[in-house]
């Protein structure tokens, strides 16, 4: 496999915080599993801020940008026994990437990253 491109994001969570005490958003830009999940963590904010980073960081390894036929919603997070994140695309969203890729064999690659005040998301798309 070879990379098809990066994308990188980087959230203040000072700014996202009125963000997530927003139910319509919240079901707006997360799937289910992940507002379950990020409701559990002691610090939900960093949690939603690091998966809104890895769902523009994906569009941008895209190349699109978050636009027509890319959904928030079907971009989302998930985590490993282990604790380590991956990144699922599905809908609309899957149809585009492929359809981008020219129906290639691909592998997405995700890391995280967060501090008091900022969260960080890397993607990689490798075909």
Known sequence: MRLFNIGVDIVDTRRFKNNISNKNFLERVFSNSEIKHCQKKKLKLNCYAKR????????????????????????????NLKGAPSLNIKGQTLIKLKKKLKNKKFKLLLSLADEKYCAIAMVAILI
């Open 52 to 79: 809104f980073a890895a769902k523009e960081a994906f569009a941008k390894a895209l190349g699109t940008g978050i636009r027509s036929g890319i959904n928030f919603n079907d971009i989302y997070v998930s985590n």
